[in-house]
């Protein structure tokens, strides 16, 4: 069975946990985000080519069973074994490690220490991913070996401009294209490009022509190599084809760094605006929304959506309105999960939903006396029966992935609460599809 991997592990790494990292290790989101879009392709190419599939895969169920979905920023300190075996089975000695780590962290602009956390944070996702997957579908070490085969044509083209498996100190992985560097001999007026044959020995020297090498990389920038001899010469005939190479070279570097940069983020004093994808009905769909950090009593700080769940549940818990409601008032007010999802027409939650799952679970974990009830709704479309299943079914999945003793019920109502009809459009339906939370004392 073919699935989209890196899409399964991106909903793990999402704008939410993109910012909670980035206060946590002091650095910039557009910094951690750039760094996460360089090391995902090579953990999960890490994975693919390693030589130790049998064990790799006893490891990663290890891994989902234990919860490393749960903390992700809980793995950034690197003191979770499981990953750090991982690492090693998948990357060997300490200096492909390094070699990863210096590359991600020149290219991120972040320390190699934060770049060193956020290895640690990808591999969590990516074992907790691929774990989760091999048990939810009884997954045997063969298939599991074919389903990492069936991601190698792609991870290439899911690298950085400019990166390559070999600029990361892993070699030609998977047949990408190596950021190896090739000479340039100029002629008068004229640019021609011709490759060094890569088996050419490192003992044997270029034929040096009238006219100095120069050596451009395949970022773009230029340098002259000295030769072994200097046949004098008109300093133009090769100045000017020198001239125009670095033009060149500075235009497709302009280009690739273009590409390189993360979209803008437009920044408010304490909000960030960021695209987020909604999951409705299996249909993605791109909005705008504003998120902003929730303080908690403890000074602890969580990354949530301006207005949404989190914002509202914690303003309301420190409000008098909860201190003096009594059990009916509390009743009829419930808070919608805004970044909650299913697969359609299944009580499966969606990768994304996990932030926001443990972002209720700190928050009660801040307010011990408060107790809540799941409840979960669908539209008026199908039928009755079986959409009150499906809703008691998905109201108790919310309930065990939270994993709370705060969490003291939690129900289906179905179709039970819809106001829009069965024949409007699906859009219009969106409203009655919900999952949501109360309080209760």
Known sequence: MSINLIDLIKGQLGPATVSQTATQ?????????????????????GFAN??????????????????????????LNGSDSVISRILSLIFGDGDKLAAITNSVSNYAGISNDSTSSLLNLVTGATAGTLGKYALDNNTDAFSFGNLLSEQ??????????????????????????????????PEPMQTPIADVNPVTPATEKP???????????????????????????????????????????????????????????????STTVVTDSTNALGDTVSTTRETLVVTLPSGKTLQAYKGG????IVTFLKSDEYKNSTEAQLKDKWFNFDNLNFEFGKAILTPESQVQLDNLKMILAEFPDAKIKIG??????????????????????????????????AEGYGSKFAKVPAEASDKERESDRKTAVRFTK
């Not at 030589?51 to 992700?72: C, D, H, I, P, R």
């Not at 539209?379 to 003291?408: F, H, M, T």
């Open 376 to 409: 979960a709704y669908t539209d008026k479309k199908g039928d009755e029966a079986v959409n009150l299943k499906l809703s008691g079914e998905r109201a108790g999945v919310v309930k065990s992935a939270i994993n709370s003793k705060q969490v003291l019920e």
């Open 309 to 312: 769940i989190e914002d509202q």
């Open 50 to 75: 390693s030589n130790a599939q049998s064990e790799l895969f006893t490891t990663v169920k290890e891994a989902a069973s234990s919860g490393v979905l749960s903390n992700l920023l809980g793995n």
């Open 152 to 185: 190698k044509n792609n991870l290439s083209a899911l690298l950085p401009a400019g990166f390559s498996f070999a600029s990361l100190g892993l070699g030609n992985w998977f047949g990408s294209v190596d950021a190896e560097t090739v000479n340039v001999v």
């Open 25 to 45: 290790l002091g650095e910039s989101e557009s910094g951690i985000s750039k760094a996460i879009s360089a090391l995902l392709p090579a953990v999960v190419g």
């Open 207 to 269: 034929v040096v022509t009238e006219t100095p090498q120069v050596e451009v990389t395949r970022s773009g920038t230029t340098h002259d190599i000295v030769g072994n001899s200097d046949s004098g010469g008109s300093i133009w005939k090769w100045l000017l084809p020198l001239l125009l190479l670095l033009l060149l070279g500075w235009f497709f570097w302009k280009q690739c760094d273009k590409k390189a940069e993360p979209a803008p983020v437009a920044m408010t004093d």
